[in-house]
Antibody, heavy 122, light 108 residues
Framework: EVQLVESGGGLVKPGGSLRLSCAASGFIFSTYSMNWVRQAPGKGLEWVSSISSSSSSYIYYADSVKGRFTISRDNPKNSLYLQMDSLRAEDTAVYYC??????????????WGKGTTVTVSS | EIVMTQSPATLSVSPGERATLSCRASQSVSSNLAWYQQKPGQAPRLLIYGASTRATGIPARFSGSGSGTEFTLTISSLQSEDFAVYYCQRYNNWPPLTFGGGTKVEIK
């Protein structure tokens, strides 16, 4: 079964850091692009970051997180990560890990994890 | 930046009726458009990509159409499990990847 499982969410103070993980199974992780998408409470979906299958082709960020968040992946461990630094209240959201086809121009998301909740509050 | 606008924000439909959801792009996105369904407390699920191709396992009552700036998701005969929020997403000339604001389909 194709599956993505996020972990690492929690409560953190403004200015703090958190590292999210996403464990992939049931498919050849190293051949797919990966994304992080978030959803603030009661709001819509917001793209956060994308990384190519090998990490070397591209890494992109939304302007709202650029310079504060770092996406990475470990293909032998079938894992995706999101290092979040300098967290703000507006980063409070459910964070989803999502798979996209390998082609850079096919960046729709065909498999999603259940999400992990990040709350930034003092 | 290309803005995706969905309408209406809420659509009230009776079970068995047809639902028509709209997604408009501020500039052409060609056919690089996907539709997702999200139920409360769940992750989004891919319904349509390439504007009109159903994803694996998606029932035939879901259909997508359009190209350029105007897109439509049609649910031919609403089932109880179809009441949810629907999002469109464009993926041309990215980054960024952008989603529409969503349409909530509720029971009339």
């Amino acid at each position: 079964e194709v599956q993505l499982v996020e972990s690492g969410g929690g409560l953190v103070k403004p200015g703090g850091s958190l590292r999210l993980s996403c464990a992939a199974s049931g498919f050849i992780f190293s051949t797919y692009s990966m994304n992080w998408v978030r959803q603030a409470p009661g709001k819509g979906l917001e793209w956060v970051s994308s990384i190519s299958s090998s990490s070397s082709s591209y890494i992109y960020y939304a302007d709202s997180v650029k310079g504060r968040f770092t996406i990475s992946r470990d293909n032998p461990k079938n894992s995706l990560y999101l290092q979040m630094d300098s967290l703000r209240a507006e980063d409070t959201a459910v964070y989803y890990c999502a798979r996209a086809p390998p082609r850079v121009d096919y960046q729709y998301m065909d498999v999603w994890g259940k999400g992990t909740t990040v709350t930034v509050s003092s | 930046e290309i803005v995706m606008t969905q309408s209406p924000a809420t659509l009230s439909v009776s079970p068995g009726e047809r639902a028509t959801l709209s997604c408009r792009a501020s500039q052409s996105v060609s056919s690089n458009l996907a539709w997702y369904q999200q139920k409360p407390g769940q992750a989004p699920r891919l319904l349509i990509y390439g504007a009109s191709t159903r994803a694996t396992g998606i029932p035939a009552r879901f259909s997508g159409s359009g190209s350029g700036t105007e897109f439509t998701l049609t649910i031919s005969s609403l089932q109880s499990e179809d009441f949810a929020v629907y999002y469109c997403q464009r993926y041309n000339n990215w980054p960024p990847l952008t989603f529409g604001g969503g349409t909530k389909v509720e029971i009339k």
